[in-house]
């Protein structure tokens, strides 16, 4: 197999590895983590509401949504979604969550979930009805689910402000990050005094599927 076009991939997993403590130890875990590295970044340009450019150590890196399309900037609604993404991203430090079976797309950019300050990014634009979610990810060719929702445009937002809406505001948190160790039992807050010599940062839904119990010090979500 010709794996040269896996190597800008494999660059970015190594430089992620350098910035999760405790990453390189937990892949040779017992248990398989569900994703490639995750690493920190921060969002510096939005191409449009799905695709954008982040800053980690490993450079600036194209980052395009796994698993939702919005429009494009110049088609209606496109506005809106890039409006969405900016308020909820730009600036800001968020986690990239690199998809597994299709590293990057014909443009060369990279195909991840990202983590933001209000959840998951692609949750937000479902939510404010400024994406659809694919069918299948992994085969954009199955199309998308549903229908955009036919709202009239959010008034603007301090950057720092929730969507508005009791059901927005909830959401948001439905599958929080939670951080875990190498061959611990437990799951934890990111603050938390067991994580001293490392963590790895897992949704919570993950945490859930491995039998994980939260920690009984630092309280996570449940």
Known sequence: MNAKPFL????????????VPGAVSAARASVPMPYPPA????????????????????????VRLFDVNCPEFDERGGDRAKSITR?????????????????????????ARVW????????VLLRMGAAQRYADPDKPSAGLVGKPKAQ?????????????????????????????????????????????HGSIPIPLSEAKIRGLEPCAHCQPPQ
Do not use: N
């Open 152 to 196: 009239a445009p959010s008034k603007p937002q301090d950057q720092g402000a929730e969507p508005s809406g009791s059901k927005a505001k909830s959401g948001a948190q439905s599958d929080p990050l939670v951080y875990i160790t190498k061959t611990g039992s437990k799951y934890h807050r990111a603050e938390c005094p067991h994580l001293r």
């Open 8 to 19: 800008p991939v494999a660059a970015l997993c190594a430089a992620a590895f350098a910035l």
């Open 39 to 62: 690493f920190p970044a921060r969002v510096v340009e939005l191409m449009d509401g799905d695709s954008f450019k982040v800053a980690c150590e490993a450079g600036t890196v194209e």
């Open 87 to 111: 308020q909820t991203t730009l600036g800001r430090r968020v986690w990239v969550f690199p998809s597994g079976k299709r590293p990057k797309d014909a443009h060369d950019r990279l195909l």
């Open 116 to 123: 933001t300050p209000k959840g998951w990014l692609s949750d």
